[in-house]
């Protein structure tokens, strides 16, 4: 990880558990102010979801809400708009992680890999990611992913390719994880339950599972974080203290010992109750409306 994808400012050695709320809001808008490594990026306002055709206009505005505050973005899909998102976080000096949306749709996911690998060749995607959580949803096998993503180095291999998914079915499918360029593990002690307290000790031994299994290659967390409210998960409560200090924890252990994150997410968006419930409602560092919750 190069060192200007951090910070001015120096988290190692900070006792978060002696902080107030206010001291901890004041560190999270400074670490925001300093810029973190990535942030999962979907340009969606209220009463949008993904069907929409996204247009310029929309892209460029949220972007300018997070840009100055991150130095990579990631993407999700490569229509509907979404592919106008790498070129327009290149206006704002950002390196993305163009991600290639599959599913059980095989006629999209040709067009999903022809964009994405159009966009690579075209020098606006520093990482493609070919595929997110396929494997988990069950929507296909191993064998169809690492048929996707062998096109995909083959038709880009100036560019690295990787592959997303919760962390331990990089352990679960060794064939996938031997395939990817670089490893992009989803780590979530939210949806697993773990008590807020122990969350960060709960995400070091996930990030370490799938580094175990990497062999050597780059692991990056490609996402990661804690919803502000909505219903518990087992152990895990959503609140605005918690989210707050998993964030600061988060980042300073990223400074620390040298992992690439990309937070989830940058805005709170109201489509995702329909599969994760209310709680799917309040990930974002920003609100709906674009408003920094720890302003």
């Known amino acids: 990880m190069g060192k200007e994808h951090y910070r001015r400012l120096s988290l190692t050695g900070i006792d978060v558990a002696s902080y107030s709320l206010a001291q901890r809001r004041a560190l999270a808008r400074d670490i925001l102010d300093t810029k973190i490594h990535g942030l999962s990026f979907s340009p969606y306002i ?8 996204l247009g ?6 949220r972007l300018a809400i997070v ?3 991150v130095s990579w973005i990631r993407t999700f899909s490569c229509t ?14 950002l390196q993305t992680m163009v991600g290639v949306w599959l599913g059980e749709d095989r006629d999209k996911n040709e067009i999903e ?7 690579a060749s ?17 929507d296909m096998g191993a064998d169809d992913l690492i048929d996707y993503m062998t096109r995909a180095k083959m038709t880009v291999p100036q560019v690295e390719v990787g592959y997303v998914d919760a962390y331990f079915n990089f352990r679960e499918y060794p064939q996938v994880t031997e395939v990817c360029d670089v490893v992009l593990a989803n780590c ?7 008590v807020a307290e122990h969350a960060l000790l709960y995400m070091k031994e996930m990030f370490r599972i799938a580094a175990r299994c990497a062999n050597g290659k780059r692991v990056i967390i490609s996402e990661t974080g804690w919803p502000t409210a909505g219903t518990p998960t087992d152990g895990a409560t959503p609140s605005y ?6 964030f600061i924890d988060t980042y300073q252990w990223a400074e620390e010992d040298g992992i690439e994150v990309f937070y989830f997410a940058a805005f709170d968006e109201a489509w995702k109750t329909d599969k994760e419930g209310d709680v799917g409602a309040y990930w974002g560092l920003w609100d709906k409306d674009g408003k920094p919750k720890y302003a």
């Open 67 to 69: 840009a100055p505050h």
């Open 80 to 93: 509907e708009g979404n592919e106008r998102i790498p070129v327009i976080a290149a206006e704002f000096g």
């Open 241 to 246: 203290e918690h989210a707050l200090k998993y």
């Open 113 to 119: 890999l022809s964009a994405g690998c159009e966009l």
């Open 188 to 194: 979530y002690p939210f949806w697993e339950g773990c």
């Open 46 to 53: 209220e009463g949008q979801g993904p069907g929409i055709q």
């Open 122 to 138: 075209a020098g606006y995607a520093d990482i493609l990611a070919v595929g997110n959580e396929v494997l988990l949803r069950g």
């Open 56 to 61: 310029d206009a929309q892209i460029r505005e």
